[in-house]
């Protein structure tokens, strides 16, 4: 058990003691019928705007967000990025933030449309 959630945070980028990804949409692994129109990334704390970043890439490793990515006005803690409209495929979402207490950290999930 121990050793299944060790490897369950280090796959969703975690970083104890620092902000962490706590949930995401789409998904992380999700199987999505209709494409989405933006990913968005919650976090546990308030993240600085200059230094955080998401991307999307395709299979073939190219770029399909809008390369709009922002905190929300409203929740500094809402990291999120508008997508180009996308086809039947798995796409990978790359984030970077720092959060106000300075401590970077990142990770990557997929997300597959059927």
Not at 22 to 40: F, I, N
Not at 63 to 76: C, E, G, S, T, Y
Not at 92 to 112: A, K, M, N, P
């Amino acid at each position: 058990m121990v050793l299944a959630l060790a490897a369950w945070a280090a796959g969703a980028g975690v970083a104890l003691g620092h902000s962490g990804l706590q949930r995401a949409e789409p998904q992380a692994e999700s199987k999505l019928k209709r494409p989405p129109g933006e990913v968005k990334l919650y976090f546990s704390e308030r993240l600085e705007q200059g230094y955080s970043t998401v991307r999307v890439n395709d299979a073939r490793g190219a770029q399909v967000d809008r390369q709009d990515a922002h905190l929300d006005p409203a929740n500094p803690r809402l990291l999120w990025v508008t997508l180009q409209p996308l086809q039947r495929g798995a796409y990978t979402v790359i984030w970077r933030v720092l959060s106000v207490d300075s401590h970077v950290t990142e990770g990557r999930f997929t997300f597959l449309v059927e």
